[in-house]
Nanobody, 127 residues
Framework: QVQLVESGGGLVQAGGSLRLSCAASGRTFSSYAMGWFRQAPGKEREFVSR????????YYADSVKGRLTISRDNAKNTVYLQLNSLKPEDTAVYYC????????????????????WGQGTQVTVSS
């Protein structure tokens, strides 16, 4: 059983920064691509970013390009999301997820292509 545990959320002023972490259990973490999604109140969950198993390829939603950076440390079984220049519209619960081993396509933005999810961490950006 895979467990994903997010941390690092909090309350920050607009323009500020946070770094989210997602710690994964299991010895196969380095074999899987990982993604970050977020869900704002009253809205559907939306894709934020995705990183390949070795960290060489990253992919971002247009809404966050240039402000957010995804990275991973396979030795620590951890994936990170650096959030810079935060805006009130970034307020959401942020979730990390493991891309399914059965999915080999390139539509990284669909939640259905991820099979394990963390419980989420709240990010609140005040104006």
């Amino acid at each position: 059983q895979v467990q994903l545990v997010e941390s690092g959320g909090g309350l920050v002023q607009a323009g500020g920064s946070l770094r989210l972490s997602c710690a994964a259990s299991g010895r196969t973490f380095s074999s899987y691509a990982m993604g970050w999604f977020r869900q704002a109140p009253g809205k559907e969950r939306e894709f934020v970013s995705r990183i390949s198993w070795n960290g060489e390829n990253t992919y971002y939603a247009d809404s966050v390009k240039g402000r957010l950076t995804i990275s991973r440390d396979n030795a620590k079984n951890t994936v990170y999301l650096q959030l810079n220049s935060l805006k009130p519209e970034d307020t959401a619960v942020y979730y990390c997820a493991r891309q399914s081993a059965f999915y080999s396509g390139s539509d990284y933005s669909k939640a259905v292509n991820y099979d394990y999810w963390g419980q989420g961490t709240q990010v609140t950006v005040s104006s």
